[in-house]
């Protein structure tokens, strides 16, 4: 009997391992290393955080292969890579250089605005946003293995993704308590396969791990997105443009895993230093709004 | 009905609880050391190692768990939990937990692109079980009293030592409640032999 490689279970597995943990974007091997000393369950390699994506402009793209090695070499936690919505050479290349996770991100400027990955064709697992369920069954029809909200990345602001959970678990609940007779006309509703809304029918819950993403800026941020029933927490920009990004990481870790401990975190928040300034959504024009990339 | 933990610092924790209940023990999620003190047994779930082993640091966990161990009550660790149970890590100075009679090795068999399943026969146990292996490591090399259970590829992937079950892979991740029914087993002994010696 051989063995099976990037089955289902084999690549929703790995996400499942980071449940309850907190994923940092890092931009070289030195916040990696900061990353993983400050508990990280995996680093997501970039060349640049969301919100140095905003301020830049311009077309963002994969990150350049020498900071994903380099970020590989420096720590034993996964490594984490994001390509462009749709570019399929982007995520081939992040395959073949070994790395655990592709995130298809709507941070980055979609190649394709039309057609998102096949994301079944590869061996790498990949992570993909979602704002509503529809969104979520439709990638996970495509063979992602994880999701995560979309929010508003770079922002430091949690509405869009609190906006996001609670669509989606609202959703999964409505779903979950259907008659199989009402399930065809729902997934006409939300433009959802058929087949994963029948599966969410009988587990009564998403078939892969959902993290929250997108304006994460605070440890209160992440208990909170964790309270609304997130498995986990990417954290972008929050914690390298933070004071002390060691403490700054610690004190995210600590709220993701006691969420519920209101004291600690009143401790671990104290003297964090100034958070991320952050973006009022009402702000931003609707052309920069990243969550509105992918459909 | 023998009471359970599962370490809840971080990782694949709801499957184990599921697994637990399922075997007919009572699951309880230890985010605290001083929970450990009404517990009969313990799990410690697939998640990150480095991660796990910082919190466990962090929180002052590591000498409630080494004492958890020096009573005598069993551990089952899977993946993660393996390598917090080993004497010896290759490659890392000091174990962690370090109370299991083994050496393991970690990611030994690749990265995640390279993480698979395959059936697999156990000892006591039977034939066929899932076996899901993520970024695994593996049983280098195993003490004098440490019966081996399971091999794949020459490597061993579970064994047993006394009171502490420690597997490669992710009995969590299938609907294969088989080891752990044996670690509920396991449990149920061990509640005995304390009995008997107060």
Known sequence: ?295 | MVKIGVLGLQGAVREHVQAIEAAGAVAIIVKHAEQLKELEGLVLPGGESTTMQRLIDRYGMMEPLRQFAADGKPIFGTCAGLILLAKNVIGQQTPHIGVMDVIVERNSFGRQVDSFEIPLSIKNMGENFPAIFIRAPHIVTVGPNVEVLANYDGRVVLAKDGQFLGCSFHPELTEDQRIMAYFVQMVEQSVLTILAKR
């Not at chain 1, 990150?63 to 380099?70: G, H, K, N, S, T």
């Not at chain 1, 433009?191 to 819950?205: K, S, T, V």
């Not at chain 1, 209160?220 to 997130?230: C, I, T, V």
């Not at chain 1, 959504?281 to 992918?294: A, F, V």
Request: aromatic share 4%; with cysteine.
């Open chain 1, 1 to 295: 009997m051989t063995n099976q490689t990037a089955t289902d279970r084999v690549k929703r597995g790995m996400a499942e391992m980071q449940k309850g943990g907190v994923i940092m974007d890092v931009i070289n091997a030195e916040q990696a290393k900061i990353a993983e000393e400050a508990g990280a369950v995996a680093v997501m390699a970039l060349e640049r955080v969301p919100s140095d994506i905003r301020a830049a402009g311009g077309v963002a793209r994969m990150a350049d292969p020498r900071i994903v090695e380099e970020v590989m070499s420096a720590v034993s936690i996964p490594v984490m890579a994001k390509a462009r919505i749709g570019h399929i050479v982007e995520a081939r290349v992040l395959e073949a250089m070994g790395v655990d996770y592709i995130d298809e991100s709507e941070v980055l400027t979609p190649a394709d605005e039309e057609y998102h990955l096949l994301k079944s064709d590869y061996k790498v697992p990949f992570v993909c946003g979602c704002r509503d369920l529809g969104e979520a069954t439709r990638r996970i029809g495509e063979g992602a293995s994880m999701l995560r909200t979309k929010g508003e990345p770079g922002t430091g602001n949690i509405v869009e993704a609190v906006r996001h959970i609670r669509q989606v678990n609202a959703q999964v609940r409505k779903v979950a308590n259907m008659t199989p007779d009402e399930l065809m006309t729902e997934a006409k509703i939300l433009g959802a396969p058929y087949e994963f809304l029948l599966e969410i029918n009988r587990l009564g819950r998403l078939p892969v791990v959902n993290f929250a993403a997108g304006g994460v800026a605070t440890p209160a941020d992440a208990a909170l997105m964790m309270e609304l029933g997130a498995d986990g927490v990417f954290v972008g920009s929050g914690i390298f443009k933070s004071e002390n990004p060691a403490k700054f990481a610690k004190a995210i870790v600590e709220a993701t895993t006691h969420y519920k401990d209101y004291k600690l975190i009143a401790e671990i928040s104290k003297e964090l230093g100034v958070p991320m300034k952050g973006i009022e959504i009402s702000r931003l024009n609707p052309q920069d709004r990243m969550q509105e990339r992918g459909w």
